[in-house]
């Protein structure tokens, strides 16, 4: 907590608190990231490739509920198509996860759709993460479970909580 702790000062404004869950079978299995973080660094230490759309996993992100159609209206559209950050194997042997960029993702495949292109093998940007890379960037459970991860988890506007626990934890962070 540290790091997000230098990020607010270094003037991350809120997204220097993203965070982004990977669902486990139970709270105790879920997986937190501090994505503002790993963005920064991945931009500054892991090559850019280019992957393409996989028309299957929009559609998926769309029907899962895991993507705010508010979102992508609101904030998405209206920023510069930057690469999305793929965790290799983070939701399991091998399973990718996109961990930063769902929306983005999302609204490409949206906007090809609009302009006539749905199910054109479409390159994007990203950023792979190997486990090594990726792992370092999990907030540990106990940090999770003071802040009320499990509880308070919002994907689309999470709060930090307040009262005597949290306070407790920012300040340690």
């Known amino acids: 907590m540290k790091r997000m702790k230098r990020n607010l000062r270094e003037g991350g404004g809120d997204a220097a608190t993203e965070v982004y869950r990977i669902s486990g079978s139970t709270p105790d299995k879920h997986l ?13 230490n892991v090559a850019e490739v280019t992957t393409f759309l996989d028309w299957g996993r929009a559609e998926r992100l769309i029907s ?17 198509m930057e690469p999305i950050i793929i965790g290799i194997g983070a939701a399991g042997p091998g ?16 906007g090809a759709t609009a302009a006539g292109l749905a199910g054109a093998p479409l390159p994007l940007p990203a950023y792979p993460l190997t486990p090594d890379q990726w792992k370092q960037f999990l907030i540990p459970r106990f940090i999770a479970q ?28």
Do not use: C
């Not at 937190?32 to 500054?44: E, G, L």
């Not at 399973?95 to 949206?110: F, K, P």
């Open 32 to 44: 937190y990231f501090d994505v503002y973080s790993m963005r920064k660094w991945a931009m500054a």
């Open 64 to 80: 899962s509920g895991a993507i705010d159609r508010n979102r992508i209206t609101e904030h998405t559209i209206h920023n510069q």
């Open 95 to 110: 399973n990718d996860q996109i961990l930063d960029g769902g929306h983005r993702y999302v609204a490409y495949a949206l």
């Open 146 to 173: 003071t802040l009320g991860f499990d509880a308070n988890y919002d994907s689309t506007d999470f709060q930090w909580p307040s009262g005597p626990v949290a306070d407790d934890a920012a300040a340690n962070r």
